[in-house]
C-alpha cells in the first residue's frame, strides 16, 4: 500500500486527487489530508479516505475540526506549524496543491523526506525553484509536474534528451475575458474574471488565467522545471485547451501532448509515474474536434507576459517578488480595491521598487530569504494599492 498525504485536499486539486485514490481504496493509506476553511470537506474527506490526521492551516478553527471528527480515530491539528509536521510524516507520495506560496515550506519539508512531490503550487517553483532542486537533488526527493502543461512537457521529454529540445511551447485558453474589447477589461469584475471557458479550477487560478498572470507563472516554472533558458519558451493561445503544451527539437519535431480538459489526467501520471494506468477521463474524439486553433498572445493587453520574461531575466529572487506582488494584487481585486487592469501595473511597480534596493532580488536564495522577501513584496504591494486608491 502506498502512503499518500494530500496537501490542499479541499481544494479544485486535491478533490480532484481524492477523486482518484477513492477509486482504489486498496492501493493506498492516506496519511494527512489538509485544508483551510473548509472544515466540512476536509472532515469529510479525512473520514472517508481513513487519515491518519486531518490539518486545517487556520489555527482559529481546530475546535470545529476536532469537533466534525469527534468519535473517529483521527488526529487534528490546526496553523502553518501543524502543517509543517504533516508534512514530514512518512508518505511515498505527497500532492501539493495548497495555493499561494504557503505550499513552499510544506513541499520543502515533503521533499526533505525524500518522497514523491507531486507539484500542482506552481507559486513554490516560481518563488523558489533553485531551493526546490536542490532540497529535492540532496534527499533524493522526485518533484513530478501537476500543472498540465508541464506534465504535457514532461510526458513529451520522456526518453528524450533535453539538449536537444529546440523550444517549449505552453499552450493558454486565454481565459474569461480572450474575446472581450481592450476598453471592457479596465471595468471587469471578479465574478466575471472567475468563470473558465474550459477549466474547472479555484477561484484564484480562474482569475490568473482571465489575466495571463497564471500562463506567465507557468512561463517561470517551465524555465525552473526543464532548465531551458526563456527564449527558448512561448506561450500560445488555443482556445481548445486540448493541446496542453508542445516540445520542439532540433530536428524540426514537434511533440504535442493532447487531452480533454481535465486535471485528473495530469494528478494521474504523477500518481502512477512511472507507470501509466487506466484513468476516467473522456477519450477526445478527433473527428468530432475536427479544427483547432492558435493564435499569438497580445502582450499589450497582458503585460504579465512581458513581466514573466523580466523575472526571468532578472533571476535570483525575483519570480518570489513577482508572485508575492501578484498574490496580494489579487486579493486586492477580489476585494474590489483595484481594477483587473490595475494588478499588473501593482505588480510592476513593486517589482521596479524592489530590484532597485540591493540585498533583496539579488540575495542568496535560503528560505529565510524567500520567506522575508514574499514578505516584504506582499506590503510594497499594499502600499501601492494604497497610493492608487489615493490617486482616485
Ligand atoms: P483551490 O483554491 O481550489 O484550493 C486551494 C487549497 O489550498 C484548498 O484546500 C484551501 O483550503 C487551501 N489553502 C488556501 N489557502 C491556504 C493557506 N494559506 N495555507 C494552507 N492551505 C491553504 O485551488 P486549486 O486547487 O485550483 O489550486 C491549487 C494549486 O494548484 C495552485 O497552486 C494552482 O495554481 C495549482 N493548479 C491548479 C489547477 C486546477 O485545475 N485547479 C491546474 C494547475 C495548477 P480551503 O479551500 O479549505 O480554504
Ligand atoms: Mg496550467
Not at 508575492?324 to 501595473?345: N, P, Q, S, V
Given at each position: 500500500m502506498r502512503r499518500v498525504t494530500i496537501f490542499g485536499a479541499t481544494g479544485s486539486i486535491g478533490q480532484n486527487t481524492i477523486d482518484l485514490i477513492a477509486r482504489a481504496p486498496n492501493d493506498y493509506k492516506v496519511v494527512a489530508v489538509t485544508g483551510g476553511q473548509n472544515i466540512a470537506q476536509l472532515a469529510k474527506d479525512a473520514i472517508a479516505l481513513g487519515a491518519e490526521i486531518a490539518v486545517t492551516a487556520d489555527e482559529n478553527r481546530l475546535s470545529e475540526l476536532r469537533d466534525a471528527l469527534a468519535g473517529h480515530d483521527i488526529a487534528v491539528a490546526a496553523g502553518p506549524t501543524a502543517l509543517c509536521e504533516a508534512a514530514a510524516r512518512p508518505a511515498d507520495w505527497i500532492m501539493s496543491s495548497i495555493v499561494g506560496s504557503a505550499g513552499l515550506e510544506p513541499g520543502l519539508i515533503a521533499l526533505e523526506q525524500g518522497t514523491q512531490l507531486a507539484l500542482a503550487n506552481k507559486e513554490s517553483m516560481v518563488c523558489a525553484g533553485a531551493l526546490m532542486k536542490d532540497t529535492a537533488a540532496?534527499?533524493?526527493a522526485d518533484i513530478l509536474p501537476v500543472?498540465?502543461?508541464?506534465?504535457a512537457v514532461f510526458q513529451a521529454l520522456l526518453g528524450e534528451n533535453i539538449a536537444?529540445?529546440?523550444?517549449?511551447?505552453?499552450?493558454?485558453?486565454?481565459?474569461?475575458?480572450?474575446?472581450?474589447?481592450?476598453?471592457?477589461l479596465a471595468r471587469a469584475t471578479p465574478e466575471e474574471?472567475?468563470?473558465?471557458?474550459?477549466?474547472?479550477?479555484?477561484?484564484?487560478?480562474?482569475i490568473d488565467s482571465a489575466s495571463l498572470f497564471n500562463k506567465a507563472l507557468e512561463l517561470i516554472e517551465t524555465h525552473e522545471?526543464?532548465?531551458?533558458?526563456?527564449d527558448q519558451i512561448e506561450a500560445i493561445i488555443h482556445p481548445e485547451s486540448l493541446i496542453h503544451a508542445l516540445v520542439g527539437f532540433r530536428d524540426g519535431a514537434l511533440m504535442a501532448h493532447v487531452g480533454p480538459p481535465d486535471m485528473r489526467h495530469a494528478i494521474g501520471f504523477a500518481?502512477?509515474?512511472?507507470?501509466r494506468r487506466h484513468l476516467p477521463v473522456d477519450r477526445l474524439d478527433?473527428?468530432?474536434?475536427?479544427?483547432?486553433?492558435?493564435?499569438?498572445?497580445?502582450?499589450?493587453?497582458h503585460p504579465a507576459l512581458r513581466l514573466a520574461r523580466e523575472v526571468m531575466q532578472a533571476?535570483?529572487?525575483a519570480g518570489c517578488a513577482f508572485n508575492a506582488a501578484k498574490e496580494t494584487a489579487l486579493d486586492g481585486f477580489i476585494a474590489r480595491r483595484i481594477g483587473f487592469l490595475d494588478m499588473a501595473a501593482i505588480v510592476e511597480e513593486v517589482l521596479d521598487r524592489l530590484s532597485s534596493k540591493a540585498g533583496q532580488i539579488d540575495a542568496a536564495m535560503t528560505l529565510d530569504n524567500v520567506l522575508a522577501l514574499d514578505h516584504l513584496a506582499r506590503q510594497e504591494a499594499v502600499h501601492a494599492m494604497d497610493r492608487k486608491q489615493q490617486q482616485g
Amino acid at each position: 500500500m502506498r502512503r499518500v498525504t494530500i496537501f490542499g485536499a479541499t481544494g479544485s486539486i486535491g478533490q480532484n486527487t481524492i477523486d482518484l485514490i477513492a477509486r482504489a481504496p486498496n492501493d493506498y493509506k492516506v496519511v494527512a489530508v489538509t485544508g483551510g476553511q473548509n472544515i466540512a470537506q476536509l472532515a469529510k474527506d479525512a473520514i472517508a479516505l481513513g487519515a491518519e490526521i486531518a490539518v486545517t492551516a487556520d489555527e482559529n478553527r481546530l475546535s470545529e475540526l476536532r469537533d466534525a471528527l469527534a468519535g473517529h480515530d483521527i488526529a487534528v491539528a490546526a496553523g502553518p506549524t501543524a502543517l509543517c509536521e504533516a508534512a514530514a510524516r512518512p508518505a511515498d507520495w505527497i500532492m501539493s496543491s495548497i495555493v499561494g506560496s504557503a505550499g513552499l515550506e510544506p513541499g520543502l519539508i515533503a521533499l526533505e523526506q525524500g518522497t514523491q512531490l507531486a507539484l500542482a503550487n506552481k507559486e513554490s517553483m516560481v518563488c523558489a525553484g533553485a531551493l526546490m532542486k536542490d532540497t529535492a537533488a540532496r534527499h533524493g526527493a522526485d518533484i513530478l509536474p501537476v500543472d498540465s502543461e508541464h506534465s504535457a512537457v514532461f510526458q513529451a521529454l520522456l526518453g528524450e534528451n533535453i539538449a536537444e529540445v529546440e523550444r517549449i511551447v505552453i499552450t493558454a485558453s486565454g481565459g474569461a475575458f480572450r474575446d472581450w474589447p481592450m476598453e471592457a477589461l479596465a471595468r471587469a469584475t471578479p465574478e466575471e474574471a472567475a468563470t473558465h471557458p474550459n477549466w474547472d479550477m479555484g477561484q484564484r487560478i480562474t482569475i490568473d488565467s482571465a489575466s495571463l498572470f497564471n500562463k506567465a507563472l507557468e512561463l517561470i516554472e517551465t524555465h525552473e522545471f526543464f532548465d531551458v533558458t526563456p527564449d527558448q519558451i512561448e506561450a500560445i493561445i488555443h482556445p481548445e485547451s486540448l493541446i496542453h503544451a508542445l516540445v520542439g527539437f532540433r530536428d524540426g519535431a514537434l511533440m504535442a501532448h493532447v487531452g480533454p480538459p481535465d486535471m485528473r489526467h495530469a494528478i494521474g501520471f504523477a500518481l502512477h509515474y512511472p507507470e501509466r494506468r487506466h484513468l476516467p477521463v473522456d477519450r477526445l474524439d478527433l473527428a468530432q474536434i475536427a479544427t483547432l486553433s492558435f493564435r499569438p498572445p497580445d502582450e499589450a493587453r497582458h503585460p504579465a507576459l512581458r513581466l514573466a520574461r523580466e523575472v526571468m531575466q532578472a533571476g535570483g529572487l525575483a519570480g518570489c517578488a513577482f508572485n508575492a506582488a501578484k498574490e496580494t494584487a489579487l486579493d486586492g481585486f477580489i476585494a474590489r480595491r483595484i481594477g483587473f487592469l490595475d494588478m499588473a501595473a501593482i505588480v510592476e511597480e513593486v517589482l521596479d521598487r524592489l530590484s532597485s534596493k540591493a540585498g533583496q532580488i539579488d540575495a542568496a536564495m535560503t528560505l529565510d530569504n524567500v520567506l522575508a522577501l514574499d514578505h516584504l513584496a506582499r506590503q510594497e504591494a499594499v502600499h501601492a494599492m494604497d497610493r492608487k486608491q489615493q490617486q482616485g
